[in-house]
């Protein structure tokens, strides 16, 4: 299972498909060219316990490198995630 970004002029949202089924999400906006925010995340019932969360925030990091941007985790559990990885914490914006 892939996790692909489906961006939009405001954001967008990294997801994880099965057969047209949304099985997890990470919804984030970009408020200005340098800062993305991470507003919600969700894993579906039969994915939990596989780290698919963890694996949406290393997707929007990874994003967030490509771009040269900062992130706001707004979200508690993308925070909790980004706090967690020391690698993760330079791209936590202070703003």
């Known amino acids: 299972m892939e996790i692909l970004n489906k961006p939009n002029e405001n954001g967008g949202t990294f997801v994880l498909e099965k057969e047209g089924r949304k099985l997890a999400m990470l919804q984030y906006s970009l408020h200005n060219p340098q800062l993305m925010v991470i507003e919600h995340t969700e894993v579906s019932d039969e994915l939990r316990g596989q780290h698919i969360g963890q694996k949406l925030v290393a997707a929007a990091v990874a994003y967030a490198i490509e771009k040269q941007i900062k992130i706001r ?13 020391q690698e993760f914490q330079a791209l936590i914006s202070s703003t």
């Open 73 to 85: 985790p707004v979200c508690p559990f993308a925070n909790a995630i980004m706090n967690k990885n």
